[in-house]
């Protein structure tokens, strides 16, 4: 283990001693590296070394560095080979502490615990452990590096996430990552978060995202079967209808297959295509997918939902097969052709993707954690796709696995394929604020785009790839030999072609609402970190219409200058990249450089969770008189043995009587005036009048509906205003004792007028 340095510089003739006493003790149990056959004990004994003199002009100076980065919080780290960031950080006056591998800062972790974790890497092809010699002929930088070895660091450049642990980071401490952005960076997670765009936009993914499935799920594999055996009778229409208008495919040798697959046929000797029958077929699985995009086979059962049964999508994919892939002889009708451009007509409505479809179904495999083109494999058969997807367990128990539908029909440049490398930087996502990289550059395969072949060398368009190859003596000469474009230099094809205002309405657009919707479906998987950010980059194909189709996003995207495109392209996206999280931070109105700021969401406040806390307000009814001891409801009201006398008008009369009965039939009067029997025979009672009215009672006694229930024992007294001129209704006012839960109940006031001097309020429910 290598001990840290400790320099000690009274006057110009004192040598520079190394070692600590701390690190004397943790030499005596460490265990000597393998490639070193000096003993622990000479190590011991030479740990002190006499150096040569530093010059006392250049320590003074590095101490004034020092001392003015250290008071304005000026001390940066970087992990990697990356010389234009270390240039521009010490040109804006921080000093570098580096890392050295055996003693690493607490907050960096060893790089070989991320190995496992590849997606963490990008596409950089940067080496963690292999840093570039720099030009430092005086020494001053390390001489500084050493001054600063015990501060406080406060800027982070790395290129691996995993490198710093942000949890024991300061508030004040910048860091070039943020923590989990795997969500978006593999290309299951991806492919997984762009499903639920429609909870955060209107747009549709299959418009700018191919298809794409996790077919290590068992649910999502029935549903790459069931778009691949969909996509193949979409693709044999179109071959029928391309047939019949003399059409081409992209890059297809008719002679070359024609030969091999009368060499096969001969071989297996098939049986006879019916091509009615297939294409009935096809028809007919169409017509059902519209069906289902409008919901008109809701009703229909499963078992009759079923187009064809297994054994008839295995005769027809075979057909299939023969048909477009062998090209076996087929003879087709003007009534087919119709049928089939109609059809057709029909699905380019809902199918966004059916023009870069193409006809051979072609699907790309890709591990769902792995960049820079590893492991990545084109197939057009269903068992030879089933087949590399079930060769891995572990991918398939981690549902790593991931099938896309591969873009047939791209743009080309010179018959040539290539892919687009777009910059983009993430400053915060809360509020989500993403920054657009105005420059791009192309990268070309080394082969001429052909389909007769799925070799790597012409479908992959990887810098790490490609640049193992040889550039094919076929391929047009407009294409460099370091397959790489500029964006400027891709805008004059365009004008060549008649298109250079495509660019800026239809490829840029493009690109930007792809990259913000793809953000927007991963914000809240997020950790929000305010002083972080991160480069991305995203990559692209182009349609022939000029529409941008985003392949997947990169973490830690490489910045080594392999070409020189990619030299003078990578230091600016990092010169800018500090512009924007430095030079902004101290003056809103600095240069970003090249950056645009294309989206910034407005800033969402998230309330702190305080748990469940139910809350009911309001007031309390107060009770406006003296309230009568409670009696039975089922007591009958005891009889008065003595005359009824008037009552004073400033008297309040209560009403003994408690509703027992439903609230749905009215009670009868039950009141305790009875007048003395006459000595004459009783008569046949007459009947009372009864007048019902409702009341309006004011809105602060809850409206009409007071509360009642079978279980309370609430009891009603009305206050009767003698003010109140004779013949009109007697304004009452409620008033209620006891429990007063349960349902309340519409009430109603019955009011028996037996004489013009006295009234007898009943209830009535």
Request: include cysteine; charge should be positive; hydrophobic fraction near 35%.
């Amino acid at each position: 283990m290598r001990p840290d340095v400790s320099m000690e510089a009274t006057s110009s003739r004192r040598s520079i001693q190394l070692g600590q006493k701390a690190h004397h003790a943790t030499d005596r149990h460490c265990t000597p590296c393998p490639d070193s056959a000096t003993p622990p004990e000479s190590k011991v004994r030479r740990s002190f070394v006499s150096l040569p003199v530093p010059n006392p002009e250049r320590l003074k100076t590095a101490k004034a560095l020092v001392d003015k980065a250290v008071k304005m919080h000026k001390i940066f780290s970087v992990q990697g080979p990356y010389p234009v960031i270390r240039a521009a950080l010490r040109a804006r006056g921080w000093v570098e502490q580096r890392i050295h591998r055996p003693n690493h800062h607490a907050h960096l972790r060893h790089s070989d615990e991320g190995r496992a974790s590849s997606n963490d890497v990008g596409d950089s092809d940067d080496d963690d452990d292999e840093v570039k010699k720099e030009q430092d002929p005086d020494g001053l930088y390390d001489l500084m590096s050493r001054l600063v070895r015990n501060e406080l660091v406060y800027f982070y450049w790395t290129n691996r996430r995993d490198a710093i642990n942000t949890n024991s980071l300061q508030k004040e401490q910048i860091t070039n990552h943020f923590a989990k952005a795997g969500s978006f960076t593999t290309k299951a997670g991806l492919c997984v978060n762009l499903r639920n765009l429609h909870w955060f936009d209107s747009a549709d993914p299959d418009t700018f995202f191919p298809r794409c499935y996790r077919v290590g799920a068992q649910d999502e594999k029935h549903a790459f079967i069931e778009d691949y055996r969909r996509t193949a009778c979409t693709s044999l229409l179109k071959y029928i209808v391309e047939r019949e208008q003399g059409v081409q495919g992209e890059g297809t040798s008719h002679n070359i297959l024609a030969v091999q697959d009368q060499r096969k046929q001969s071989k297996r000797r098939p049986r006879p295509v019916v091509l009615s029958q297939i294409i009935t077929s096809a028809l007919k699985v169409c017509q059902e997918f519209l069906e289902s995009l409008e919901h008109s086979d809701i009703d229909i059962s499963l078992e009759t939902a079923q187009t064809l049964t297994k054994e008839e999508w295995g005769e027809f994919i075979h057909s299939y097969y023969l048909v477009v892939h062998g090209r076996a002889e087929i003879e087709s009708s003007d009534h087919f052709v119709t049928c089939c451009k109609a059809m057709l007509q029909r699905l380019v409505e809902v199918s966004p993707q059916l023009d870069i479809d193409g006809i051979h179904n072609i699907w790309i495999i890709k591990p769902g954690a792995k960049s820079r083109g590893r492991g990545i494999k084109c197939a057009k058969r269903l068992d030879q796709i089933l087949r590399l997807v079930d060769g891995d367990p572990t991918l398939i128990k981690e549902s790593k696995w991931v099938v896309q539908k591969y873009l047939e029909r791209p743009l080309l440049i010179h018959g040539t394929k290539f892919d687009v490398r777009q910059w983009f930087l993430v400053t915060d996502w809360n509020p989500l604020t993403v920054w657009f990289y105005k420059k791009c550059y192309m990268r070309f395969s080394t082969q001429p785009y052909s389909l007769d072949t799925l070799d790597s060398s012409v479908h992959l368009c990887n810098n790490s790839i490609q640049k193992h190859l040889r550039p094919s003596q076929q391929r047009h000469r407009g294409i460099p030999s370091d397959n790489m474009w500029s964006d400027d230099q891709f805008r004059t094809f365009l004008s060549s072609q008649g298109q250079d205002g495509q660019w800026q309405t239809v490829v840029v657009p493009g690109m930007k609402s792809a990259v913000i919707h793809a953000l927007q479906t991963t914000q809240d998987l997020m950790e929000s970190r305010k002083n972080t950010f991160e480069l991305y980059g995203a990559d692209f194909m182009l349609g022939r219409d000029l529409r941008p189709w985003l392949i997947e996003i990169n973490a830690s995207p490489t910045m080594a200058p392999s070409t020189p495109v990619t030299a003078r392209l990578c230091a600016a996206v990092q010169e800018d990249t500090l512009r924007v999280v430095l030079d902004r931070r101290t003056d809103r109105t600095a240069n970003t450089g090249d950056f645009q700021l294309v989206y910034r969401q407005a800033t969402v406040e998230v309330p702190q969770y305080v748990g469940i806390n139910l809350l009911v307000e309001g007031f309390k009814i107060k009770c406006p008189c003296p309230l009568p001891p409670l009696r039975s409801s089922n007591r009958p009201a005891p009889k008065q043995r003595r005359p009824i006398k008037e009552k004073e008008p400033d008297k309040v009369k209560s009403l003994p009587k408690i509703l027992s009965k439903s609230a749905e039939t009215p009670l009868q009067n039950t009141s305790s005036r009875v007048l003395p029997p006459p000595p004459v025979p009783p008569e046949p009672p007459v009947p009372v009048p009864i007048e019902t009215f409702t009341l309006h009672l004011p809105m602060t006694v809850t409206s009409i509906h007071l509360p009642i229930s079978a279980q309370s024992h609430s009891v009603f007294l009305w206050k009767s205003r003698p003010e109140v001129s004779k013949g009109c209704s007697e304004k009452v006012q409620p008033c209620t004792i006891g429990n007063d839960q349960g349902p309340s109940l519409p009430l109603e006031i019955t009011v028996q007028k037996q004489s013009r001097e006295a009234a007898t309020s009943t209830l009535s429910t």
